[in-house]
């Protein structure tokens, strides 16, 4: 089994930063897929990054440019540094972790281990 742990949401200004950060731990599988998500009130919970095993790593348009993934070696952190947020970036983070090298703009309904989740509200 696997628990996640998310930090680090928070409030700030459009054009600011924050960094999220997604303690690991349990069994871990050496192919793994990991990612972030997101979901606003009323929408639907969406892929914000992944990376794979091999260290691929995918962005949706919307935060392409803006965000960075990543992971350490011993995959026991995941981090999302967001930069030039905008209030559109505003929902609940939530960090996801399944196995399979199998890892490619992965959908949400594939991840059973799922974090709490962290709030981030970015105001204009």
């Known amino acids: 089994q696997v628990q996640l742990v998310e930090s680090g949401g928070g409030s700030v200004q459009a054009g600011g930063s924050l960094k999220l950060s997604c303690a690991v731990s349990?069994?871990?599988?050496?192919?793994?897929?990991m990612g972030w998500f997101r979901q606003a009130p009323g929408q639907e919970r969406q892929l914000v990054s992944f990376?794979?095993?091999?260290?691929?790593?995918g962005y949706p348009e919307s935060v392409k440019g803006r965000f960075t993934i990543s992971v350490d070696s011993a995959k026991t952190t995941l981090t999302l540094q967001m930069n030039s947020l905008k209030t559109e970036d505003t929902a609940t983070y939530y960090c996801a972790v399944r196995p399979g090298y199998k890892c490619y703009y992965p959908n949400p309904m594939q991840f059973k281990s799922w974090g709490q989740g962290t709030q981030v509200t970015v105001s204009s």
């Open positions: 349990g069994d871990i599988f050496s192919t793994s897929c």
């Open positions: 990376i794979s095993s091999n260290g691929t790593t």
